[in-house]
T-cell receptor
Framework: QKEVEQDPGPLSVPEGAIVSLNCTYSNSAFQYFMWYRQYSRKGPELLMYTYSSGNKEDGRFTAQVDKSSKYISLFIRDSQPSDSATYLCAIYTGRRALTFGSGTRLQVQP | GAVVSQHPSWVICKSGTSVKIECRSLDFQATTMFWYRQFPKQSLMLMATSNEGSKATYEQGVEKDKFLINHASLTLSTLTVTSAHPEDSSFYIC????????????FGDGTRLSIL
């Protein structure tokens, strides 16, 4: 079982839709949960960072952590074509570097 | 804040040459820097981790003599691909972290390396 699993998509939604992106992880001891956005041919950009169960909101983005279910989510409200990118979850699993999910490709159709 | 600059963004060179890629943290001190490789439509593959003033720690399967990493200061790390060959063509991305593992990694914009 992979430490961090993420549905690769692609996920296609109409403009204005609410997008839900998810990752599961294998060990309830993992902590420090992040979401990155990566545009084509660019480096990943940090979107959200949280370390506890619950919700964290920043503008149109909400990060949710459910430690009991070992499940994290990123919600995007009022999605825009400019949100089209690959979204990567990342979790600190005790290794030297963050452990990344495989990334979900999102396409928001105008 | 937390800006990481990577240079060059794109390089094309002949087989057999060596290529150096720079990674700088512009507004913070990077106690740890990371180098990744990414193939098209795939996730990030960690190559090595380095702490300032120490030798880099390479991931299994990464040739340390091929990919030389230097982390001489708290704001600069370099990756040198020695005697590059076409199979080394890839997208290389650095990231930097200030402080401990509870801090996020911040990424540069990557370097597209093409070996002819």
């Amino acid at each position: 079982q992979k430490e961090v699993e993420q549905d690769p998509g692609p996920l296609s939604v109409p403009e204005g839709a609410i997008v839900s992106l998810n990752c599961t992880y294998s060990n309830s001891a993992f902590q420090y949960f992040m979401w990155y956005r990566q545009y084509s041919r660019k480096g990943p950009e940090l979107l959200m960072y949280t370390y506890s169960s619950g919700n964290k909101e920043d503008g149109r983005f909400t990060a949710q952590v459910d430690k009991s279910s070992k499940y994290i989510s990123l919600f995007i409200r009022d999605s825009q074509p400019s949100d089209s990118a690959t979204y990567l979850c990342a979790i600190y699993t005790g290794r030297r570097a963050l452990t990344f999910g495989s990334g979900t490709r999102l396409q928001v159709q105008p | 804040g937390a800006v990481v600059s990577q240079h060059p963004s794109w390089v094309i060179c002949k087989s057999g040459t060596s290529v150096k890629i720079e990674c700088r943290s512009l507004d913070f001190q990077a106690t740890t820097m990371f180098w990744y490789r990414q193939f098209p439509k795939q996730s990030l593959m960690l190559m090595a981790t380095s702490n300032e003033g120490s030798k880099a720690t390479y991931e299994q399967g990464v040739e340390k003599d091929k990919f030389l990493i230097n982390h001489a200061s708290l704001t600069l790390s370099t990756l040198t691909v020695t005697s590059a060959h076409p199979e080394d063509s890839s997208f290389y991305i650095c990231s930097a972290r200030e402080g401990g593992v509870d801090q996020p990694q911040h990424f540069g914009d990557g370097t597209r390396l093409s070996i002819l």
